[in-house]
Nanobody
Framework: QVQLVESGGGMAQTGDSLRLSCATSGSPSSNYDMAWFRQAPGKERLFVAA????????YYADSVKGRFTISRDNAKNTVYLHLNDVKPEDTAVYYC????????????????????WGQGTQVTVSS
């Protein structure tokens, strides 16, 4: 079973860039399709981006397309989310998630289709 630990969150100003990392352990990350979700206070958890186990397939939410980039390094068992040109509406707790590779199409992006979760990292963007 895989464990996920996020890092890299913090405070930012509008237009800044951040890089979030998700370190996996317990099982090779290459066994899993990975995704990032985010949850703002009082709101539901929303899909941000997903990447297939071999980085061949990538999928983004429309709200972040062109600003955020998901990537992974299976040799380091780490998945990244690069946040560029951040906005106050990007403020949320960001969660890393995993599911067994090829279990669903990469576009299947509801939280209940991911079975392993990290504890989250807070990103706060001020104007």
């Amino acid at each position: 079973q895989v464990q996920l630990v996020e890092s890299g969150g913090g405070m930012a100003q509008t237009g800044d860039s951040l890089r979030l990392s998700c370190a996996t352990s317990g099982s090779p990350s290459s066994n899993y399709d990975m995704a990032w979700f985010r949850q703002a206070p009082g709101k539901e958890r929303l899909f941000v981006a997903a990447i297939s186990w071999g980085s061949i397939k990538i999928y983004y939410a429309d709200s972040v397309k062109g600003r955020f980039t998901i990537s992974r390094d299976n040799a380091k068992n780490t998945v990244y989310l690069h946040l560029n040109d951040v906005k106050p509406e990007d403020t949320a707790v960001y969660y890393c998630a995993a599911r067994q590779r090829s279990l669903h199409s990469i576009q299947t992006s509801t939280p209940n289709t991911y079975y392993y979760w990290g504890q989250g990292t807070q990103v706060t963007v001020s104007s």
